[in-house]
């Protein structure tokens, strides 16, 4: 009798540990904090989790276009025709915006574009071409024919050659380059337009310092094509020779102060380095 009970006691206590309520969730599951916690951790650092219920966020970095995103000027494809022509043998090309003339895989081969209107009946600037003619005739230009005008903004907005040559930025009036720059501010020569808008940039001719050119020192940066006979000169307000130089000489800064003429033939392409 005493061997029996010795042996029941053990399977009491058996019996009754298999009756307590287990506390380990089961198998496939998990607790709501350690669902969130494998969330945050996938999503990695910094960054909210993408698979979040209910989230409508765009994460950082998205590539979803902004209302205010820059476009090709806002030029309008098939508002304007674009003829442009190469450096090399290539045959001229047609195309029907801004944005198809800087995306031609012969655009750094290209030497100009002539721009033609070719929607039916009067032109009627768009917002952006009103104020880009706005600018233009501020600075002098004619403001009657506000096609010619437009017409000459955007030629300056597809030039990527020759900037001196005929047509280029040197011949542009300031009014224009100031347009072209606030039009296609994006254009692969975008800062190039600027700077001669601003007068970090000059040509060959006569300058005024404070006028059309900035003070401070320049550096002749894109020598003419023919280099023989390169000449420059720095003139105070008084008619003085204050500097003067070759091709030799411009390859170093020189010292232009406010009223001062600088005049320049056949050196080729200034730059302002300070």
């Known amino acids: 009798m005493r061997r029996l009970f010795l042996m029941a006691v053990p399977m009491v206590l058996a019996l009754a540990a298999c009756t307590v309520p287990s506390s380990e969730p089961p198998a496939g599951t998990g607790s709501p904090a350690t669902s969130s916690a494998s969330a945050t951790a996938t999503a990695g650092p910094g960054q909210p989790p993408s698979s979040a219920p209910g989230s409508s966020e765009t994460a950082p970095g998205s ?12 030029d309008q494809p098939g ?3 674009y003829l442009c022509t190469s450096l090399d043998a290539s045959p001229e090309v047609q195309l029907s915006s801004l944005a198809e003339v800087w995306a031609a895989t012969n655009y ?7 721009v033609t209107f070719e ?3 009067q032109f009627e600037p768009t917002p952006r071409e009103a104020e880009a003619i706005s600018t233009a005739a501020q600075q002098g230009v004619a403001a009657d024919d506000g096609l010619a005008t437009m017409l000459d903004i955007l030629r300056l907005c597809t030039r990527i050659s020759d900037e001196t040559g005929p047509g280029g930025f040197a011949e542009a009036s300031e009014g224009t380059l100031l347009a072209a720059a606030e ?11 600027a700077a001669w808008a601003e007068g970090t940039r000059v040509g060959d001719g006569d300058h005024v310092a404070g006028g059309n050119q900035e003070p401070g020192g320049w550096q002749l940066i ?3 094509a023919a280099t023989g006979g390169c000449t420059w000169s720095i003139t105070g307000q008084d008619g003085s020779v204050v500097a003067s ?7 170093n800064p020189v010292e232009l102060k406010p009223g001062q003429k600088f005049t320049s ?7 302002k380095m300070y």
Do not use: N, V
């Open 63 to 74: 590539s979803e276009p902004s209302d205010s995103a820059p476009t090709a000027g806002d």
């Open 79 to 81: 508002r304007f025709s």
């Open 108 to 114: 750094t081969r290209m030497d100009s574009c002539d």
């Open 119 to 121: 929607e039916d009946g």
């Open 183 to 193: 039009f296609c501010p994006d254009a692969p020569q975008g800062k190039i337009i």
């Open 222 to 224: 894109k020598p003419a």
């Open 245 to 251: 130089g070759g091709l030799t000489e411009a390859g």
């Open 265 to 271: 033939d056949k050196c080729g392409i200034w730059g």
